[in-house]
């Protein structure tokens, strides 16, 4: 992992009258017409520019958490916007508020017990203990299991394919191959690596640390958000949505009713 | 009006080893356990603590503010508080994004025909000129009608009537009254000031500026919202706001549904 | 304690023509003109009205915790406000997201040791035996301590003098006063219980759950960051704090300044 | 333009049981390890996926706006992040809520100038008449002007090579450089194009309208902090941001200093 934190300048960027540096490189000979988004953002949180095979796996991660429906971050960002359109950058913070612990918990939870395996010198061993001691404790497994999507869940198998062609595939992805298997064994059944738990050991490969998983959670969720409001600009929800909710929430008491 | 913005220091507080210093008054001996909340806020925001009169038309304007059901904003934070308990703040902050211009325009606007016509040299012609002007170009009224409360919004006259019981209705009320009289005459019907148009004229009478009261809006939602927050804690209804939403917005096309 | 949380409505709110009625009060005979704001916003929180005594102690923490000079939170406020001056909750929503773990988990950590003391049977032993607990694992003691008031925090001594005067200081101020007793003996030496300790017992003994205490803090740093924002739209900051700070964290190394 | 606002569907998202479905594709087969995130975000915002062509230049707006140093947009995120380590999304909101009027304003002011360009007869003419009404009035002229960068924005020159490199110059480049031309004939000496001015043209040819330019403004800051939160965990500059804020901004007054 070449990846050095320690490395990084306190002021990410710098600048001249004629161009501007970010970090060590020219923005306008060195990275603007030259990456794409993904490697720019990358290169800005990680100090280095991915490999193309890794930013390919990242594309994969990032396409895979952008947009879930109308979950309480797009009805955040809607009921938002509606109320003040004027500033759209509330309505996305509003819905970026939601990305806690209900939401990308598991993904570090996952990258938590990679992390585990990966520093154990017997890693089979350290799996099937971790599958052990969560089974015991009847322990919910981050990054495993998915009311729906059974036996596996769909995007899973996609990222690690995707890994796998593009030669990115590693210790991490190996880590939670491990611990699953350990998992199918201790509880005797087959519980699908979610999606989470996928992009956990995916990202992982890419250099990404488990600390700072969350930041990429939250760019693409950016950007579905922005999607949700542009659709609220032309097909406004946030009456009906008001309406529903108005609804489904009885109200128990008081002279107000009577 | 003693306000004198001009007057105010550049750090609002400053401190010893003995006690802390907010203005020109000492937080121990001055402050805690002499000023109640109201009084406090109004003493951070605009430098000078108001009179008891004063701090009960505040109390009434914030009391009428702070609560309104199931809107945007407390559904807002409910939906956020829900998929982040360990950030409190995220959810309060969450909701209070809505406090825009749906929601305490209308205050703001009122608060600016009020400063009209206290400019005016002839208040009541500016009054009629100001109806006629909307009328003519079919424009909103801010701080007039309700789509509800009918002739007349009960907040309103309970809100004039605490100010004049207070001894605190002067030119802001006034000049709100002469507008609603300007109004019925031009539009030939009785429109009701709504509790926004009160507010407005009720907290320019104690010396609140139009450019901060929308300050004393989000104080007040603040509150409300923390209410909510913690009917969430034991009643949750985000799943419910969540499954009404979803839906009441339906899917129109795309090959997930055939 | 009268306070129960099961007996909430779902909707805290409804209405009718008339009228609007907040959990089972009319809006405009039984609330406005007759609670000021601290009591309004307590029985919106916790569902009933407090009596005066306590009403006047929950003032004290309110006017406590409002303001604590250029922190994060004003920083992070007021250099929203300057950036987006058409959405001051954008400003305020900003400040609000300071009041993490770093400023309000030590009164939730006070909160949290002063009922598990209420729940022993023995408190006086159970407070030795947390005292003992923290100095064998080097744990820091939420709650108290404070870098620069000593011997005694003021604001600690003020709080309780306020609540002994109302008569509301009971079971919590006396069991923190007895884990501060144990803390003292343990340690060896006089160490202060701080304004957050202080506050947690005070809210405590007000009936104030330790689980929405945090509300309470984000609701009276509101009107703290609405003081900042009325300074900053007189006496702008944002400029001298961006350059200030840009001094403040050198840049290291890069093309960009050779 | 193929984009048609009104054939979005009101779900962007459906899903079945083997697959999820983002407007008519699926998230499975057609999107992860298909697209790469600037297509994916594009094709989720305005509803078609973008061409190769108009993806590089998307990227180059996005990789031109992600960093620009320690802005009140940063300060706000690492203030918040140092606060309240346990919220990331929090510390990200937090800058958000910067990228309003003051650093987008000019991007959305420079494509409505581009806008009324385009749908005028004679568009020389236009931006003529445009350039003489703001030297009349003596009004800023969004999108062009730069304090430091003279002759010329460097981005604005690379950001057009790119856009011509593609093939994807079109009628709003144009448009800004007809009014370029207006505007150094009308004030008699150069005025660059800066760089909101070259992203809002280059975004235009693009496809994408000005009611949701703001929002890829929001979506590469979002990168840029995430970086900067990076860095804050492990070089954290909170600290030193607030005692350097707090130096700069004198204290006036008040028994505290005496």
Not at 131 to 156: I, N, T
Request: proline share 4%; charged share 20%.
């Amino acid at each position: 992992m070449s990846f050095l934190p320690e490395s990084q300048t306190t002021h990410i960027s710098t600048h001249t009258n004629e161009d501007i540096f970010i970090r060590d490189k020219s923005l306008c000979h060195d990275l603007i017409g030259k990456l794409n988004f993904t490697e720019m953002l990358f290169f800005q949180i990680l100090g280095r520019v991915p490999s193309k095979a890794e930013a390919a796996v990242v594309d994969a991660c990032l396409v895979t958490l952008m947009e879930h429906g109308l979950t309480p971050s797009a009805l955040a960002s809607r009921l938002v916007y509606s109320s003040a359109t004027e500033a759209m950058q509330g309505a996305v913070a509003a819905g970026l508020l939601s990305v806690g612990s209900l939401f990308v918990g598991t993904m570090e939870g996952a990258a938590a017990l990679i992390e585990q395996i990966l520093a154990a010198e017997n890693r089979q061993a350290e799996a099937l203990k971790i599958a052990e001691a969560h089974k015991a404790a009847r322990l919910p497994l981050p990054g495993f299991g998915h009311h729906m999507h059974k036996p596996d869940d769909p995007r899973s198998i996609r990222l690690f394919e995707v890994a796998a062609e593009q030669g990115v595939a590693g210790a991490h992805i190996d880590a939670i191959q491990k611990l699953s298997a350990a998992i199918d064994q201790t509880y005797g059944k087959h519980i699908t690596i979610n999606a989470t738990g996928a992009i956990a050991a995916a990202l992982g490969d890419c250099g990404v640390p488990a600390e700072i998983m969350r930041g990429f959670a939250i760019i693409t969720r950016a950007a579905g958000l922005v999607g949700h409001i542009h659709e609220e600009q032309h097909k406004p929800a946030m009456r009906a949505i008001w309406e529903a909710a108005d609804g489904a929430v009885p109200y128990e008491s008081g002279p107000g009713k009577d």
